[in-house]
């Protein structure tokens, strides 16, 4: 009798989260769903079959001792994220940034080596760093630009530390995903309205689910390194210029 094979999966609790978590379940996986919030993560559980888990990501004692109780997971999505908007570098709460990072990237970290010395004992595995494409090009958001380009760092500098144990690390670079993300990112009613409504037909949560799927299901001799995904009417980089008033 074959054993089904594990997925740990943060920030489960909705968006793409939820929507991987669900996609792993219907190939087949045991899914370990991680997120804060309790009554999502119990309906999510209701409606996929996957085992939920009350934890906020910033527990890194408590997120270790969980992925290391699962016994040997094959697939870790570290999806968990979040990103502060309300305010410029120089006008934000220490207290955003700290947990823009431990969020972000901290957490990635941790879950990463909870699970790696056993995929690294079975020469098999997979971690999927969610990034953005903010980690990869040039935007007025600097706290979370600055997390996400740790994730990229993170997924091609760990990618070079596994060479030649069959351990694989797709990074996953979403644009605009009609998601939740403004809802936590913004305070402010007015201007989180104008954040949310891009009047462009944005990549749902399900599509990029698609793109990590993709990643999973390729043969085990391929490594997807970096997907980048965006709405068609999005882009990035140009330059800008706006004039200063030098005067004293």
Known sequence: ?????????????????AATATR????????????????????????TGCVPHTIDVRDHHGLTDLARSLGPVDVLVNNA?????????????????VTTIDTNVTAAMVAARAVL?????????????????????PLAAASYGASKGAVHLLSLNLRLELVGT???????????????????????????SKFKDSGVDEVTADETADA???????????????????????????SQFDRVDWSD
């Open 117 to 137: 010395p056993a995929m690294i004992e079975r020469r098999r595995g997979h971690i999927i760093n969610i990034g953005s494409m903010a980690g990869l090009y």
């Open 166 to 192: 069959g351990v694989r690390v797709t990074e996953i670079n979403p644009g605009r995903v009609s998601t939740e993300f403004y809802d936590v990112a913004v305070t402010d009613p007015e201007r989180r």
């Open 212 to 238: 990590i799927m993709y990643a999973i299901g390729v043969p085990r001799h391929v490594n997807i390194n970096r997907i980048e995904l965006q709405p068609t009417e999005q882009t990035y980089g140009g």
């Open 24 to 47: 792993l379940r219907a190939a087949g996986y045991t899914v370990h769903a991680v997120a804060r919030r309790a009554d999502r993560l119990a309906a999510l559980a209701e409606q």
């Open 1 to 17: 009798m074959s054993v089904a094979p594990v997925a740990l999966v943060t920030g489960a609790s909705s968006g793409i989260g």
């Open 81 to 97: 994220g979040l990103g502060r908007m309300d305010a410029r570098l120089a006008d934000s709460p220490i207290e955003d940034l």
